[in-house]
C-alpha cells in the first residue's frame, strides 16, 4: 500500500458510479479508529506531469479550457494514467499531444495526492529537459482546447503569487523543481 495506507473496514456499498476516467462511490465505512459513516470518493487511476525545461530555461506550460471551472487555466502538461501504463510512459506521450515537445531526458520529481478529502488520485511529477520541438507532433484530441505557454521559472512564480489561474498540481510539480532548475 503506498504512502502509508489503512483501510477502511467497508460496510455497505450504497452507491457505484464507473466514469470514463474515473469512478465514483458512496461506501459505509468503519475507520480505522472505529468511527462509522458514510463517505463519498472519487477513485482516479493516477496522473502522470512533466515539468518541461528548454535549454534556455524556460517552462513549457499549457493554457488550457477547463469546463469544470468553466475558463482557462495555467498547467504542466499532464495526463491520466492508462491501464497497465507507467506514469513515466503516461507523461511522455502527453508532453508531445499536448506542447509539441519530446524529452530526452526525465527525472523523477515525486509523487502526492491531488484532493485527498475526496479522491485516492496520486501525481507522479517528473522533470523533463533536453526537450526538442517536434516536426509533426501528434494530433490533439478532440476535447483539447490548448495553448503552449513558455514561462521562466520567475514568471511563473509571479503569476501565482499574483492569484492567476494555475492549478494545485502544478503549484506542487513546480516547488518539486524550483531547486533544479538553473
Avoid at 531526458?105 to 522533470?127: C, N, R, T, V
Amino acid at each position: 500500500m503506498p504512502l502509508g495506507r489503512e483501510l477502511p473496514q467497508l460496510l455497505k456499498q450504497i452507491l457505484f458510479y464507473k466514469g470514463r476516467k474515473f469512478n465514483f462511490e458512496v461506501n459505509r465505512l468503519r475507520l480505522p479508529n472505529k468511527a462509522e459513516g458514510d463517505w463519498e470518493c472519487i477513485r482516479h487511476p493516477g496522473g502522470a506531469l512533466a515539468v518541461p525545461v528548454t535549454a534556455e530555461g524556460k517552462l513549457v506550460l499549457v493554457r488550457q479550457y477547463r469546463f469544470a471551472i468553466q475558463g482557462r487555466i495555467l498547467e504542466f502538461p499532464a495526463g491520466t494514467v492508462e491501464p497497465s501504463e507507467d506514469p513515466l510512459e503516461t507523461v511522455q506521450r502527453e508532453i508531445q499531444e499536448e506542447t509539441g515537445y519530446s524529452a530526452q531526458k526525465w527525472d523523477k520529481l515525486g509523487e502526492f495526492f491531488l484532493a485527498p478529502g475526496y479522491s485516492d488520485e496520486i501525481i507522479y511529477a517528473f522533470l523533463a529537459r533536453d526537450l526538442e520541438k517536434l516536426e509533426n507532433p501528434p494530433e490533439k484530441e478532440a476535447d483539447e482546447d490548448i495553448e503552449t505557454v513558455l514561462l521562466t521559472p520567475e514568471e511563473l512564480e509571479k503569476a501565482i503569487i499574483e492569484g492567476e489561474l494555475v492549478d494545485a498540481k502544478t503549484i506542487s510539480s513546480f516547488l518539486l523543481a524550483r531547486p533544479l532548475l538553473v
